[in-house]
Nanobody
Framework: QVQLVESGGGLVQAGDSLRLSCVAN????????LGWFRQAPGKEREWISC????????YHEDSVMGRFTIFRDNAKNTVYLQMNSLKPEDAGVYYC?????????????????????WGQGTQVSVSS
């Protein structure tokens, strides 16, 4: 199992930006699809963004499209989530996830059940 450690969360004002990072201690990091999920208080953990292996194709949930960008640096075993124009409804604990068995990212990486490894989460709070 992959160990993942997120960082970069914090308290910001609406309209601000944050960049979350997630470092993985695994060999062959480039063979893992990676995702970001968010869990708000009292709600289910929901998918936000993911990035495939190989060509690094990205997918974003509709509400963050154009504001959030997921990208990876395989040399640093790190995946990032750049969050711009933050809104109060973006608040929650953000988790990164990884798995090397996601063969169809477009269909699979939106679903947390397909990810076998998770980080501990980082809190994002957005004041209005």
């Amino acid at each position: 199992q992959v160990q993942l450690v997120e960082s970069g969360g914090g308290l910001v004002q609406a309209g601000d930006s944050l960049r979350l990072s997630c470092v993985a201690n695994v060999r062959a990091f480039s063979t893992y699809a990676l995702g970001w999920f968010r869990q708000a208080p009292g709600k289910e953990r929901e998918w936000i963004s993911c990035i495939s292996v190989g060509n690094g194709k990205t997918y974003h949930e509709d509400s963050v499209m154009g504001r959030f960008t997921i990208f990876r640096d395989n040399a640093k075993n790190t995946v990032y989530l750049q969050m711009n124009s933050l809104k109060p409804e973006d608040a929650g604990v953000y988790y990164c996830a990884a798995d090397n068995r996601i063969i169809n990212p477009q269909a699979m990486c939106r679903t947390k059940l397909f990810f076998g490894s998770w980080g501990q989460g980082t809190q994002v709070s957005v004041s209005s």
